[in-house]
């Protein structure tokens, strides 16, 4: 099966993983000769509820009883999507209520630059360095590494990046910045914070420039911090907020949050600026609500600061240089891209599956289900205790 693996599905790296899939459930991911492998990456933060849950699978079979693809986004008034609308609507702040549902976390932020653009008429947009937004030509844009992009080039012009958490780099937003895209939680960089003096100083510098604030928290969203959204730890509140990767409970779904006001303003100055045909899938929206469901009554946000606060405390192996957390998102900094292999390598004999950073390869991802338990944890802590 390996060997069809390789000659059939197109590599993105030279070492795939290659873990062969025989099915998952619950924390576990088993292969084909029915092993169990604790999940430690969520399929980077994709699968925060666990996998196999019953209520999601159900929703899943009976939206498809029901119709799947019917046409285009947004020509067809679904039940599912605006259910899903209206539950998140109700626990995020005022202003937040117009969902464009997407399918991918690189088109959400596509189209945000191109709302951005249209609703200020001006063309500029900041970014935080070591930020990682996507993988299209337009969130490719926004990655600071000259040397990655230099064969996509000629990439969007406009693009200012300032340093993530630096409160003098804010002076370059100014009158021609139509948004400031930043994560949260830098998450490929290796889960780093900005002081809550910066968020402030980064919101009011928007609000005196004009400048939109996106928050991409297509990683760090549903859950995963603690948190709905790691913004309402108490960062600033956005203009535009993206949601992805675990918004769909394990489908393919994305999608740009912000006001009916200023959305309008993407299809009133220009009708038809961006278009989805799968966007909002019935199926998806279905697996998103039952998902949102279980993780509000299962407690699982109140969880995953448990156990992420279980977690670090736990780890005293003097190799770990650093611990950064939020909830259930953690880096352990070993310092060193090999160590960190071998340290995946030695996890994976003992039944365990985790994964690196993009941009920070000297740390090791550990970003468990929010449904993890605590004999599980402290399983991952005396392990990775005595490497």
């Known amino acids: 099966m390996r060997q069809q693996f390789l000659n059939y599905i197109a590599q993105t790296s030279e070492v795939p993983q290659g873990f062969c899939m025989g099915r998952a459930k619950g924390n576990y991911l088993f292969d084909r000769e029915g092993k169990a492998y604790l999940d430690l990456s969520s399929g980077f933060g994709v699968s925060n509820l666990g996998h196999g ?10 939206q498809s009883r029901e119709y799947l693809h019917t046409n285009v986004y947004g020509e067809h008034v ?13 626990l995020l702040p005022a202003g937040l209520d117009a969902f464009y549902y997407l399918t991918s976390g690189s088109e959400a932020v596509d189209a945000a630059i191109k709302l951005s653009r249209l609703a200020t008429g001006r063309t500029e947009i900041a970014v935080c360095r070591n930020a990682y937004h996507g993988s299209t030509l337009g969130a490719e844009s926004l990655r600071s590494d000259e040397e990655h992009k230099a064969p996509f080039l000629p990439l969007l012009p406009g693009v ?26 830098q998450a490929e960089a290796g889960v780093r914070f900005a002081d809550p003096d910066w968020w402030k100083a980064l919101r009011a510098r928007c609000d005196q420039t004009g400048s939109l604030l996106v928050l991409d928290e297509i990683q760090t969203g549903m859950g995963r911090t603690g948190k709905l959204f790691a913004f309402m730890h108490g960062e600033a509140v956005p203009d535009i907020l993206l949601a992805g990767k675990a918004l769909g409970a394990g489908m393919p779904l994305s999608a740009l949050i912000t006001s009916q006001t ?3 303003q993407l299809f009133r100055t220009l ?37 992420g606060k279980r977690l670090a405390e736990g780890l005293l ?29 030695a996890l994976y004999k003992e039944n365990m599956l985790a994964e690196s950073f993009l941009f920070d390869p000297g740390s090791l991802r550990i970003a468990p289900p929010l449904s993890i338990r605590e004999s599980e944890v402290d399983q991952v802590v005396a392990l990775l205790n005595r490497l």
Do not use: Y
Not at 320 to 339: C, K, S, T, V, Y
């Open 53 to 62: 849950v019953p209520e999601v699978l159900d929703a899943i079979a009976s």
């Open 78 to 90: 679904q039940k599912v999507q605006i259910r899903l609308a209206e539950r998140l609507a109700d």
């Open 160 to 185: 200012r990046f300032i340093q993530f958490g630096e409160s003098d780099d804010l002076a370059q937003i100014g009158p021609q910045t139509a948004a400031v895209f930043t994560e949260v939680i």
């Open 262 to 264: 200023l959305f309008r």
């Open 271 to 307: 009708p038809l600026a961006h278009l989805s045909t799968f966007g909002g899938h019935p199926v998806s929206c279905a697996a998103g609500l039952a998902g949102l469901n279980v993780l509000l009554r299962d407690g699982l946000m109140e969880n995953a600061r448990k156990m």
């Open 317 to 345: 192996n003097p190799m770990i240089r650093d611990r950064r957390h939020a909830g259930l998102f953690m880096a352990a900094e070993l310092g060193d891209a090999a160590i960190t292999l071998r340290w995946i390598a």
